[in-house]
């Protein structure tokens, strides 16, 4: 799996939704898809085994930071590659709520794919609380310092990352274009303090209610590379359209 400097990118977050049918109906519709944009689908664990990957890959939305062993309900990096994908959601912001992953456990996840050669789609962003406490780049700051003090510069590289303002997810309250614009300049901004090269070759996704209608402007944004899409991922047509939209 190769990944090209800024090549756009948009993945789906099918959450826990999603069955054998609609893996079939994807399969169908996106049958040798041919875009210049890389498109992930991001299945529950159960079905990723079932996609034809035709024109599109598969990816997994949570990976245990363990080797395998006694961790009952955990899935390893291996069974992950076994089952198909290529790429995992980390640090989701549903799974730092609902299951209390901290910014250390979320870069253990990151560091775990990138040594198994596993693209880690790292999901950041603020709650609307922390936005209109005028905070939201030393909160995204804190959660990609967690990343960046155990990744080195190569393995930052292999990874993607996703501006997730929890506000936006689910609620149908998509951030302005001017607004995802700000949080990924300073995000690359961040990286290239680090090193300009990495900076300027990582992929930044903008997720929050992406929608057919909205996706293109936001994907127009300079440091926007495309999308992690969640709702809207569930519908063929729909998710066609904005992986169409960021190319
Ligand atoms: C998500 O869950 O990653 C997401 C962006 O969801 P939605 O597109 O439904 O807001």
Redesign the pocket.
């Known amino acids: 799996m190769s990944i090209n400097k800024r090549q756009p990118f948009v993945a789906g977050?099918w959450?826990m939704n999603g069955s054998l049918d609609l893996v079939k109906d994807f399969n169908e519709k996106l049958a040798g898809f041919s875009t210049n944009t890389e498109v992930v689908i991001c299945a529950p664990a159960t079905l990723t085994h079932a996609f034809n990957q035709n024109g599109f890959s598969v990816g997994a939305q949570n990976v245990s930071h363990l080797d395998n062993g006694a961790h009952t309900g955990e899935l390893s990096v291996g069974m992950l590659k076994e089952a198909g994908c290529g790429y995992v959601i980390v640090g989701?912001s549903?799974r730092r709520e609902d299951q209390g992953e901290s910014n250390a456990l979320v870069a253990l996840k990151a560091k775990k794919c990138i040594e198994n050669d596993l693209v880690p789609i790292i999901c950041v962003g603020e709650s609307l609380e922390i936005r209109e406490a005028g905070e939201v780049e030393s909160f995204v700051g804190q959660q990609l310092k967690a990343i960046t003090d155990i990744l080195s510069i190569e393995e930052l590289a292999k990874t993607v990352i996703a501006y997730?303002p929890i506000w936006?997810?689910?609620t149908g309250k998509t951030a302005s274009p001017a607004q995802a614009q700000q949080v990924h300049e300073f995000i690359r901004g961040y990286f290239s303090k680090i090193d300009a090269e990495l900076a300027e070759g990582l992929r930044l996704l903008y997720?929050?209610?992406?929608k057919p209608d909205n996706a293109r402007t936001l994907f127009a944004q300079q440091d926007v590379d495309g999308g992690?899409?969640?709702?809207?991922s569930l519908k063929a047509e729909d998710f066609i359209s904005i992986c169409q939209a960021a190319n």
């Open positions: 977050n959450k989701h549903e997730e936006a997810i689910g997720g929050g209610s992406v992690l899409i969640g709702g809207a």
